[in-house]
């Protein structure tokens, strides 16, 4: 039979008991094999009195025909006594099993050997007997158990986790992880970041990605899209992005309208637990329809918020008329046409706006509270009557920043620490977290049990260890890394163990492994509290900063802690010295408290990490002027880096970096003039090669280097980055062809005025013929990426608040016509049909979602029935709306637009 469980007592109405016992199984009686079980190799737990009944499961079962009961100890007040009871089912007999084996000395390959169990063997005819080969009266026999079945089902319990599908050999067990997101020996350890925030920190771009908010938690990843930007947004869509327009709603029969977003409940929920803030818009018209039917209906905008959530579409109401607030508080459950979801409700309550319609009514709101997203239910009940109507759209939930990614504790005394409730990974325990530190070695955190515990420290400046005993004697993994880790960055920290392996990486170095024994405990038993920067014995403490330490995927609040805790505190500042180099093209790294930013002031670029090139599209005869300076004085308004271009200030070096694109020739690209006549220009020839000229002495003509490998105005993207360093000039296009020249015409740039892109509007008489020619024709065509020195000409000349010194003639727009290779590595994780570029200051709200209703300016795109209304008409009736929304806890896109119903 399959035994499943045992069971024992000790003799009735007596005092003898056994306390301990071995348990024993054979399939003939005579030969016998102990069963081991993972809480005590060396035995199973017995009777505390002659009564009470101790049941042991049997995992993994085991398949016998005798069980024989061994006591070890008992009552010493007593003797021996025993009552037992077996559970379980019939199973199929076993006699032997046999192991691998070779035949042959001289064969070319091994056969392997039969595994698993044989009985009832005979050879013609007659029954082998097992116990005589077993004796060596029969035969021989190598690699073999005799009268005992010792097959064991190591798939079950399954010890694959996240739905990776269990194998076995005769000795151990193998997880396929294959389409289940996760990763590692049983499939513990996620594929995918946690949040957009970790995605941003590793410098990916917006697009979509999938996401862990649990990490190695029950919940499975899902798809949402990021949009990076300072602090990044992740973005949920729902089925029913759309505008819906409702008729012939009553109380009765109500309209009711459910949202599926791409994520599960607990997903969802998980998601804005986790983000720092997160919102969802919902815009609404309607028109001749009730906010609560019967006597006494009350204006609930005018009337005291419960909730707090509001969102002012316009003056306040103590403005007086034309003022409108869409106002968001808990609605009673006995309100007619309510549906409860989970318990919680919330009703919009909507103020009318003047729109030329006496019954007409119009607001926008943004639900902000995180308890109240997202909304899954909007019911209307109050449309049934002539005329009556209301048209609503519910937004994408919106999710910005991560709290538990920045969540830190500074520790500064050797004895200082913080504590936790037990770990609990009896089977599976990852540990992840950040350290920045100065000291040469430290505990991170340490948890203990009455044997068993498990660790992780900093050994020395290059040594990270793991260790930990779950009954097997203590087990030590280590990485070293090439360079010392107590350099004041941040490094990541990932540990983790279960039934088959521990492991330990520090950030990118490789990851160190460790088998755990075929047949060793394998449960992690902890008691007492987790101790983290420090131990129970208040020795080798960690002097430094821990960030998102996470247990299992989830996340322990640091700072919460730290604030009552002496020798730590909440947060750690300093941030860029390890993530600086994600700002490029010159965009330097600002602290925040939660992160960093990378300012792009003086970079020709944008964006998040100053990756975005700013591009121009030039109209024919257009022309962008920077004036570095007035002649006599310097401009009130001008910048701090163009007042270092003084006209007594002489240069002796610049670089000049940009892109074009254009099938125009000639044409200007760029021209650089100064008080004393002395001039730069970059031209394409009529033959459309590219020249260079410099006349750094009014007296002498000017040195022209021609590049004439190619026709450069082919319609295509061109770099250009020249850099002159007194009377050499360095010189190199699309980043291959590079050459380095000598000037004649001088080593120095004098009292520079203006640097003209297009049209030289007032070219004079000390410049060259072609020069003055190009010049007089302009550019038509793309302009990206411009940089002189510090500067950043096109970026100031397409600035909504353009300097005072920056004049733009003729069509001159903004255009992503530089971005050349670098757009569609923008949107490598995007979906087809993605809306467009990112916007860097504000979420996306309907990243592809082309087919989804246009709320802002009109446009030929935009969908029937939506436009900007004016606050113009007089304010007139209500209308009740119902928004149900999960029992959890999050900001949109702020567009500020209503709907009218044609």
Same mark, same amino acid.
């Given at each position: 039979?399959?035994?499943?469980?045992?069971?024992?007592?000790?003799?009735?109405?007596?005092?003898?008991?056994?306390?301990?016992?071995?348990?024993?199984?054979?399939?003939?009686?005579?030969?016998?094999?102990?069963?081991?079980?993972?809480?005590?190799?060396?035995?199973?737990? !017995?009777?505390?009195?002659?009564?009470?009944?101790?049941?042991?499961?049997?995992?993994?079962?085991?398949?016998?025909?005798?069980?024989?009961?061994?006591? *070890?100890?008992?009552?010493?007040?007593?003797?021996? !006594?025993?009552?037992?009871?077996?559970?379980?089912?019939?199973?199929?007999?076993?006699?032997?099993?046999?192991?691998?084996?070779?035949?042959?000395?001289?064969?070319?390959?091994?056969?392997?050997?039969?595994?698993?169990?044989?009985? =009832?063997?005979?050879?013609?005819?007659?029954?082998? =007997?097992?116990?005589?080969?077993?004796?060596?009266?029969?035969?021989?026999?190598?690699?073999?158990?005799?009268?005992?079945?010792?097959?064991?089902?190591?798939?079950?319990?399954?010890?694959?986790?996240?739905?990776?599908?269990?194998?076995? /050999?005769?000795?151990?067990?193998?997880?396929?992880?294959?389409?289940?997101?996760?990763?590692?020996?049983?499939?513990?350890?996620?594929?995918?970041?946690? +949040?957009?925030?970790?995605?941003?920190?590793?410098?990916?771009?917006? @697009?979509?990605?999938?996401?862990?908010?649990?990490?190695?938690?029950?919940?499975?990843?899902?798809?949402?899209?990021?949009?990076?930007?300072?602090?990044?947004?992740?973005?949920?869509?729902?089925?029913?992005?759309?505008?819906? $327009?409702?008729?012939?709603?009553?109380?009765?029969?109500?309209?009711?309208?459910?949202?599926?977003?791409?994520?599960?409940?607990?997903?969802?929920?998980?998601?804005?637990?986790?983000?720092?803030?997160?919102?969802?818009?919902?815009?609404?018209?309607? $028109?001749?329809?009730?906010?609560?039917? @019967?006597?006494?209906?009350?204006?609930?905008?005018?009337?005291?918020?419960?909730? &707090?959530? *509001?969102?002012?579409?316009?003056?306040?109401?103590?403005?007086?008329?034309?003022?409108?607030? !869409?106002? #968001?508080?808990?609605?009673?459950?006995?309100?007619?046409?309510?549906?409860?979801?989970?318990?919680?409700?919330?009703?919009?309550?909507?103020?009318?706006?003047?729109?030329?319609?006496?019954?007409?009514?119009?607001?926008?709101?943004?639900?902000?509270?995180?308890?109240?997203?997202?909304?899954?239910?909007?019911?209307?009940?109050?449309?049934?009557?002539?005329?009556?109507?209301?048209?609503?759209?519910? @937004?994408?939930?919106?999710?910005?920043?991560?709290?538990?990614?920045?969540?830190?504790?500074?520790?500064?005394?050797?004895?200082?620490?913080?504590?936790?409730?037990? %770990?609990?990974?009896?089977?599976?325990?990852?540990?992840?977290?950040? %350290?920045?530190?100065?000291?040469?070695?430290?505990?991170?955190?340490?948890?203990?049990?009455?044997?068993? #515990?498990?660790?992780?420290?900093?050994?020395?400046?290059?040594?990270?260890?793991?260790?930990? =005993?779950?009954?097997?004697?203590?087990?030590?993994?280590?990485?070293?890394?090439?360079?010392?880790?107590?350099?004041?960055?941040?490094?990541?920290?990932?540990?983790?163990?279960?039934?088959?392996?521990?492991?330990?990486?520090?950030?990118?170095?490789?990851?160190?492994?460790?088998?755990?024994?075929?047949?060793?405990?394998?449960?992690?038993?902890?008691?007492?509290?987790?101790?983290?920067?420090?131990?129970?014995?208040?020795?080798?403490? #960690?002097?430094?900063?821990?960030?998102?330490?996470?247990?299992?995927?989830?996340?322990?609040?640091?700072?919460?802690?730290?604030?009552?805790?002496?020798?730590?505190?909440?947060?750690?500042?300093?941030?860029?010295?390890?993530?600086?180099?994600?700002?490029?093209?010159?965009?330097?790294?600002?602290?925040?408290?939660?992160?960093?930013?990378?300012?792009?002031?003086?970079?020709?670029?944008?964006?998040?990490?100053?990756?975005?090139?700013?591009?121009?599209?030039?109209?024919?005869?257009?022309?962008?002027?920077?004036?570095?300076?007035?002649?006599?004085?310097?401009?009130?308004?001008?910048?701090?880096?163009?007042?270092? #271009?003084?006209?007594? /200030?002489?240069?002796?070096?610049?670089?000049?970096?940009?892109?074009?694109?254009?099938?125009?020739?000639?044409?200007?690209?760029?021209?650089?003039?100064?008080?004393?006549?002395?001039?730069?220009?970059?031209?394409?020839?009529?033959?459309?090669?590219?020249?260079?000229?410099?006349?750094?002495?009014?007296?002498?003509?000017?040195?022209? %280097?021609?590049?004439?490998?190619?026709?450069?105005?082919?319609?295509?993207?061109?770099?250009?980055?020249?850099?002159?360093?007194?009377?050499?000039?360095?010189?190199?296009?699309?980043?291959?062809?590079?050459?380095?020249?000598?000037?004649?015409? &001088?080593?120095?740039?004098?009292?520079?005025? +203006?640097?003209?892109?297009?049209?030289?509007?007032?070219?004079?008489?000390?410049?060259?013929?072609?020069?003055?020619?190009?010049?007089?024709? @302009?550019?038509?065509?793309?302009?990206?990426?411009?940089?002189?020195?510090?500067?950043?000409?096109?970026?100031?000349?397409?600035?909504?608040?353009?300097?005072?010194?920056?004049?733009?003639?003729?069509?001159?727009?903004?255009?992503?016509?530089?971005?050349?290779?670098?757009?569609?590595?923008?949107?490598?994780?995007?979906?087809?049909?993605?809306?467009?570029?990112? =916007?860097?200051?504000?979420?996306?709200?309907?990243?592809?979602?082309?087919?989804?209703?246009?709320?802002?300016?009109?446009?030929?795109?935009?969908?029937?029935?939506?436009?900007?209304?004016?606050?113009?008409?007089?304010?007139?009736?209500?209308?009740?709306?119902?928004?149900?929304?999960?029992?959890?806890?999050? $900001?949109? /896109?702020?567009?500020?637009?209503?709907?009218?119903?044609?």
């Amino acid at each position: 039979m399959e035994v499943t469980a045992v069971a024992t007592q000790g003799g009735y109405g007596s005092s003898d008991w056994v306390t301990s016992y071995l348990l024993m199984f054979s399939d003939s009686g005579r030969n016998w094999k102990q069963y081991r079980q993972e809480e005590s190799i060396s035995g199973f737990r !017995g009777n505390a009195n002659a009564d009470s009944v101790v049941l042991h499961r049997l995992r993994p079962p085991v398949e016998t025909r005798h069980v024989r009961f061994l006591p *070890a100890a008992w009552n010493p007040d007593g003797r021996i !006594g025993m009552r037992v009871e077996l559970y379980g089912c019939a199973y199929r007999e076993c006699a032997a099993r046999v192991g691998a084996g070779r035949s042959g000395s001289d064969c070319a390959l091994a056969l392997a050997g039969f595994q698993g169990c044989l009985r =009832d063997i005979s050879i013609n005819a007659r029954e082998v =007997d097992l116990i005589a080969v077993q004796q060596g009266s029969l035969g021989n026999f190598s690699d073999l158990q005799v009268d005992t079945c010792g097959i064991l089902d190591r798939c079950l319990p399954n010890y694959c986790e996240h739905g990776g599908k269990c194998s076995q /050999t005769w000795n151990t067990f193998y997880c396929n992880c294959s389409s289940t997101g996760y990763t590692g020996a049983t499939c513990h350890h996620s594929l995918y970041e946690q +949040s957009c925030e970790a995605y941003k920190h590793k410098g990916y771009s917006s @697009g979509f990605y999938h996401i862990d908010p649990d990490g190695s938690g029950p919940l499975e990843p899902f798809l949402v899209f990021c949009n990076i930007t300072d602090a990044p947004w992740t973005v949920l869509h729902h089925n029913s992005s759309a505008v819906t $327009r409702v008729k012939g709603a009553s109380p009765a029969r109500p309209h009711s309208a459910a949202f599926q977003y791409e994520a599960g409940a607990a997903q969802l929920l998980a998601t804005v637990a986790r983000a720092g803030h997160c919102q969802q818009e919902l815009a609404y018209h309607c $028109r001749r329809s009730r906010l609560r039917d @019967g006597p006494g209906s009350v204006d609930a905008c005018r009337g005291p918020l419960t909730r &707090g959530d *509001a969102a002012s579409m316009g003056p306040s109401p103590t403005q007086g008329p034309g003022s409108s607030l !869409g106002s #968001f508080s808990a609605a009673p459950p006995h309100l007619p046409g309510e549906v409860l979801q989970g318990g919680s409700s919330i009703r919009l309550d909507l103020a009318q706006m003047r729109t030329g319609d006496p019954g007409q009514m119009n607001d926008t709101g943004l639900l902000s509270h995180k308890e109240h997203l997202p909304v899954t239910r909007i019911v209307i009940t109050d449309t049934g009557r002539p005329g009556s109507e209301v048209a609503y759209r519910l @937004g994408p939930l919106l999710c910005q920043g991560d709290r538990s990614f920045w969540n830190s504790a500074s520790f500064h005394t050797e004895t200082s620490y913080l504590h936790f409730p037990t %770990f609990h990974g009896e089977l599976s325990a990852d540990v992840s977290f950040f %350290f920045k530190t100065t000291a040469s070695s430290g505990v991170f955190l340490e948890n203990l049990g009455i044997t068993d #515990f498990i660790s992780l420290e900093l050994r020395s400046p290059t040594k990270v260890a793991f260790s930990f =005993d779950v009954g097997n004697g203590p087990c030590e993994v280590m990485v070293q890394a090439c360079s010392p880790l107590n350099d004041n960055r941040w490094h990541l920290v990932h540990a983790e163990r279960n039934t088959k392996e521990s492991s330990l990486q520090v950030d990118l170095l490789p990851r160190v492994a460790q088998s755990a024994p075929t047949d060793g405990h394998v449960l992690l038993q902890l008691n007492s509290q987790l101790f983290v920067g420090g131990t129970a014995t208040r020795q080798r403490g #960690f002097l430094g900063c821990i960030r998102s330490l996470q247990l299992n995927g989830q996340t322990l609040d640091l700072e919460e802690r730290a604030k009552v805790t002496p020798g730590v505190e909440p947060g750690c500042p300093g941030h860029c010295r390890t993530y600086g180099h994600l700002c490029h093209n010159g965009g330097r790294c600002q602290e925040r408290p939660r992160g960093f930013s990378c300012d792009c002031e003086l970079s020709a670029f944008t964006g998040p990490f100053c990756s975005n090139e700013i591009s121009a599209y030039f109209g024919t005869g257009s022309s962008v002027t920077y004036s570095f300076q007035e002649y006599y004085s310097l401009s009130a308004n001008s910048s701090s880096y163009a007042a270092s #271009f003084h006209r007594d /200030t002489t240069l002796a070096r610049e670089m000049i970096v940009f892109s074009f694109q254009t099938v125009q020739t000639p044409s200007l690209l760029l021209y650089v003039d100064s008080f004393y006549k002395e001039y730069m220009s970059v031209i394409l020839a009529k033959n459309g090669s590219l020249q260079i000229r410099y006349k750094l002495d009014m007296h002498q003509d000017p040195d022209v %280097f021609i590049f004439n490998f190619k026709n450069m105005a082919d319609g295509h993207l061109h770099h250009v980055k020249i850099d002159r360093e007194e009377g050499v000039v360095f010189v190199e296009v699309n980043q291959k062809t590079r050459r380095q020249m000598s000037l004649s015409s &001088g080593t120095e740039f004098h009292a520079i005025k +203006s640097l003209v892109l297009g049209r030289i509007l007032e070219p004079g008489g000390h410049v060259d013929p072609e020069t003055a020619r190009a010049g007089a024709q @302009g550019f038509a065509g793309c302009l990206s990426g411009l940089q002189f020195e510090r500067l950043a000409p096109l970026k100031a000349a397409l600035s909504p608040g353009r300097p005072a010194l920056t004049s733009v003639r003729g069509p001159v727009s903004a255009s992503d016509c530089g971005a050349g290779d670098g757009a569609a590595r923008e949107l490598t994780h995007a979906r087809a049909g993605d809306s467009g570029p990112v =916007d860097e200051g504000e979420p996306i709200a309907d990243a592809a979602r082309r087919d989804s209703a246009v709320i802002g300016e009109h446009s030929p795109r935009e969908s029937e029935g939506v436009h900007l209304l004016k606050d113009d008409g007089p304010l007139r009736s209500y209308n009740r709306v119902t928004v149900l929304l999960h029992p959890g806890s999050g $900001r949109p /896109t702020p567009l500020r637009r209503h709907f009218a119903v044609r």
